[in-house]
């Protein structure tokens, strides 16, 4: 694989990083680098997996909630790509072997039913929704302690590693004041609600449509929505049993073996 440019040579040892569960330093520090050029990196390392037969399946939005921007340090809200390998099925158990130091968090999940055009107003990006389903995403920053810059983040595809749907429910009249719990090992670890995503995940969503849209990736029927964290994340050890529990839109859950 052709690895010419610096830009290719990034996202090429983030690739890497990720597929191996290995730690890599920060860009940032080594080279300036701006956000856009951060998400040119991040389209450069999703395109290895894509050439390696993973399948685009949706985007992830992040740092949707004031918990997840002071958790990471971070202040802007940013979008990464999800691929069909990161699918983790509900309720299966995960190997930790194939992570760094993974995190978990509850999150809403959109199905859209149709393309949305770029430019599309909010009324139309919201009807191109055709169910909804508790979620939960397993993230996994590929740099030490998950320090990073907005930019160092980016360019890892916002943490991306995992994710996990609960049931297809059809859209709720209201998205934005649903009870969220995350409960680790039985035991409840964090609870908040959906207000806590932009105010109501429907902002998320919306964004996530801008966002790719003028990125010239505008969203595709079949693909799924994550619209980012409702709480702070909390660590995926191994042994873990976690799940999510959405005000009525169910239950989602994962486990990491012993
Ligand atoms: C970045 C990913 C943020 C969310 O839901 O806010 C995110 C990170 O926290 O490492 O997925
Ligand atoms: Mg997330």
């Not at 909804?132 to 740099?143: G, N």
């Not at 003028?214 to 929505?225: I, K, T, Y």
């Amino acid at each position: 694989m052709s690895e010419r440019t610096p830009r290719e040579r990034l996202a090429a040892r983030l690739d890497e990083a990720a597929r191996r569960g290995e730690v890599t330093s920060q860009p940032s520090q080594e080279a300036p680098l701006s956000v856009a050029e951060a998400y040119a990196v991040q389209e450069l390392a999703v395109a290895r997996r894509l050439d390696r037969g993973e399948r685009l399946v949706g985007v992830k939005m992040g740092f949707t909630s004031r918990q997840k921007m002071a958790q990471m340090g971070v202040d802007e809200v940013i979008w990464g790509r999800l691929t069909s390998a990161m699918l983790v099925p509900e309720g299966d158990r995960i190997a930790p072997d194939h992570y760094i130091h993974p995190r978990v968090e509850p999150e809403v999940a959109f199905l859209i039913g149709q393309d949305i055009s770029v430019g599309a107003p909010p009324e139309t990006i919201a009807s191109a929704v055709t169910a909804v389903a508790p979620a939960l995403e397993i993230i996994d920053s590929r740099y030490a302690d998950f320090r990073f810059t907005l930019a160092d983040v980016v360019a890892d595809n916002a943490s991306a590693a995992g994710f996990v749907l609960g049931a297809w429910r059809p859209v709720p009249p209201s998205l934005d004041c649903l009870g969220v719990l995350l409960e680790v090992d039985g035991r409840l670890a964090e609870a908040g609600a959906t207000a806590a995503i932009l105010g109501d995940p429907w902002r998320s969503l919306v964004a996530a449509a801008q966002l790719t849209g003028r990125a010239g990736m505008p969203l595709r029927a079949g693909w799924v929505v994550l619209a980012g964290g409702a709480t702070a994340a909390v660590p995926l050890g191994p042994g873990a049993q976690v799940r999510t529990v959405i005000e009525s839109l169910g239950s989602a859950s994962v486990g990491v073996a012993p």
